[in-house]
C-alpha cells in the first residue's frame, strides 16, 4: 500500500482573500480524504505551543517559533497524550512542527552515498523499487547545497553560483536501500522557454507517476519574504495528492532590521501562515542551513521515520 494518499493533509475550500492569488476558481481541487490519526492533534487548545527559542544556531534572542500545538505534524504510527505538553515538545524536531515517532529508527544516519543516474524522463529512472525522496525549488534555494549537507560529502552533488545548472533527475542511492533526487529548479527567468517547459514537464510527470516516491521536499528560501511561486508549487502539490515537506533554506542569513531585511522564523511564520488558508492539518516543516547543517540530523531523522513506515505498508 502507497503512502501518497495517507500522509497528504486535505486542502480547504474555504473562501479566502488568498484564492485569487495562488488557485484558479476553476482549478480548485476537490477534497482529499486522510485517516483521522493522522491528524495533527485536531483537538488541543490553542494556547498551548511548543517553543524554538533554544534552536542551536540562532543568535541568543532569536529563532522563537512558538507553536500551537494543532500546527503540529504527527507522523504516522504515532500517538499522542494531548493532555501532556511537555512530553510532545520532548518530541517535536528541534526548528520544525515533525514529532519524532516510533518509526524513526537506528538507521537515520548516512553512511554511503553515491550518485546513479541522470534521466530526463520518469520511465528512464531506476526501477529497483527503493524509496525516494526528492528535492526541488526555486532555482539557487540551495538543493544541491542541502543534499551534500544531508551525506556529509561536499560535491556528491554539483553546487553552482549560476542558477539553472540541474536539469535532469538525479538520483543518489543512500546506504544503497534509498534515494536522494535532485530535481530541476523552477522558476529560473534566464532558462531558455523550451528548456524550463521541459524540465517543468518531466518534473510534474515523476510526481504523478513514481509509485516509490515517499515525499516530495519542497524547499523555501527563508531570507526572503514567500515567493507567490513556491505558494503555487505546494498547492499544485497538495492538488495532486503528492505527499510533501516544506524545507526552509538558509536560515543562518539574518538581515538587520534597519536594512529592511526580516529574520528567517518571521519569513518562516508568513509562509506557514498562507499555507494554513488551503491545508486542514499542518503540512511537516522543517528550517535549515547548509552553512552551520541546522536541520541536517532532523530531516534524516524524519525521512527515516517516513520511510520506514513507507517500507512496512
Known amino acids: 500500500m502507497l503512502l501518497h494518499h495517507r500522509l497528504l493533509p486535505r486542502l480547504l475550500l474555504v473562501p479566502s482573500t488568498h484564492t485569487s492569488t495562488l488557485l484558479c476558481p476553476s482549478r480548485l481541487p476537490r477534497r482529499l480524504s486522510l485517516s483521522p490519526r493522522f491528524y495533527a492533534l485536531p483537538h488541543l487548545a490553542a494556547p498551548q505551543t511548543v517553543d524554538h527559542s533554544d534552536d542551536e544556531g540562532a543568535p541568543q534572542g532569536e529563532g522563537q517559533i512558538k507553536l500551537p500545538l494543532d500546527h503540529l505534524f504527527v507522523p504516522p504510527g504515532a500517538t499522542m497524550d494531548a493532555g501532556d505538553q511537555e512530553a510532545v515538545s520532548a518530541r517535536v524536531l528541534k526548528g520544525s512542527n515533525i514529532v519524532l ?61 549560476k542558477p539553472g545548472k540541474t536539469q535532469c533527475i538525479n538520483h543518489f542511492k543512500v546506504n544503497d536501500s534509498w534515494y536522494l533526487v535532485d530535481l530541476p529548479g523552477y522558476g529560473y527567468a534566464s532558462a531558455p522557454q523550451e528548456a524550463r517547459t521541459n524540465w517543468d514537464e518531466f518534473t510534474r510527470n515523476y510526481f504523478l507517476s513514481r509509485e516509490n516516491l515517499v515525499s516530495v521536499f519542497l524547499l523555501i528560501d527563508a531570507s526572503i519574504p514567500a515567493k507567490k511561486i513556491d505558494l503555487d508549487y505546494a498547492s499544485w502539490l497538495g492538488q495532486n495528492k503528492v505527499p510533501m515537506t516544506l524545507v526552509f533554506t538558509k536560515c543562518d542569513k539574518r538581515k538587520k532590521k534597519k536594512n529592511g531585511g526580516r529574520k528567517p522564523e518571521e519569513n518562516v511564520e508568513t509562509f506557514q501562515g498562507l499555507i494554513r488558508e488551503y491545508f486542514e492539518a499542518a503540512p511537516p516543516w522543517i528550517m535549515t542551513s547548509s552553512v552551520t547543517n541546522q536541520g541536517r540530523d532532523e530531516i534524516l531523522l524524519h525521512m527515516s521515520q517516513l520511510r520506514n513506515y513507507w517500507l512496512k505498508h
Open 101 to 161: 515517532g516510533p518509526y524513526a529508527r537506528g538507521d537515520a544516519q548516512v553512511v554511503n552515498a553515491d550518485f546513479v543516474k541522470s534521466s530526463v524522463r520518469p520511465d528512464d529512472c531506476p526501477r529497483d523499487g527503493l524509496p525516494e525522496f526528492a528535492l526541488v525549488g526555486r532555482s539557487n534555494v540551495g538543493k544541491s547545497s542541502l543534499l551534500n549537507s544531508l551525506v556529509r560529502r561536499k560535491r556528491l552533488a554539483l553546487t553552482s553560483k
